[in-house]
């Protein structure tokens, strides 16, 4: 089994060959190597940077594809702003709200800024 900044890797590899998420999205991954003697960092992310043309269907389409190809099919949590998405099961339920609570923060976003 991968570890968390593994399945990291692989999300950010799928992320960036997908040609929607590619032309309007960065994908890095975030957190720290551990110096030797250390066990590593608590926490391992992806940051999405979005630019014009970003779809959340798009991305949230984009993350239960990849994770249907994880052999254990990792919890995916998605944060934008105070807004936080956890992917579970990824039904079409699941699918829809993501994709809804993601369009909301945004307006909320652009309202805001």
Not at 48 to 61: E, K, Q, R, Y
Not at 94 to 111: F, G, P, V
């Amino acid at each position: 089994m991968e570890s968390g900044a593994g399945d990291l890797r692989s999300l950010q590899g799928w992320l960036r060959s997908d040609p929607d998420m590619r032309r309007t999205a960065v994908a890095e991954k975030e957190g720290s190597v551990p110096r030797p003697g250390e066990m590593g960092t608590a926490l391992d992310m992806l940051q999405l940077v979005t630019g014009n043309g970003w779809s959340a269907a798009s991305f949230v389409l984009a993350l239960v594809a990849w994770r249907r190809t994880r052999l254990q099919q990792p919890r995916v949590e998605i944060r934008r702003g105070a807004t936080v998405i956890v992917l579970t099961d990824c039904s079409d339920e699941e699918i829809e709200r993501a994709t809804r609570a993601l369009d909301a923060a945004a307006e909320d976003e652009d309202q805001a800024g």
